[in-house]
């Protein structure tokens, strides 16, 4: 009984650990996407000659935000599907 009581608490524990990944990439990806496109408005209405240069900048800073966010999401997705941290526990008891 208690090997079961240990494997609901490992997937309990991976449950909110995944939500939390989840939630602060997507919050964190979220805040760095706005702040940097108000940074390139700003930028671009003090000097629009720079526009093109900043506009290059900007989406390809905007594509490595998003990579890491799709990064996180992948990790919990091992995680949710294919938990290395279960097999521990059934390879101890078997």
Do not use: Y
Request: hydrophobic fraction near 60%; aromatic fraction near 6%.
């Amino acid at each position: 009984m208690e090997n079961l009581q240990l494997l609901a608490q490992i997937q309990a524990f991976t449950g909110i650990g995944i939500g939390l990944i989840i939630g602060l990439g997507a919050l964190g990806a979220c805040v760095g996407v706005g702040i940097m496109c108000s940074r390139f408005l700003e930028g671009a209405a003090r000097q629009p000659e720079l526009m093109p240069q900043l506009q290059a900048k900007v989406f390809l800073l905007l594509g490595l935000i998003d990579a890491s966010f799709i990064i996180g999401v992948g990790l919990a997705m091992l995680f949710a599907f294919g938990n290395p941290l279960l097999a521990v526990v059934q390879q101890a008891a078997g």
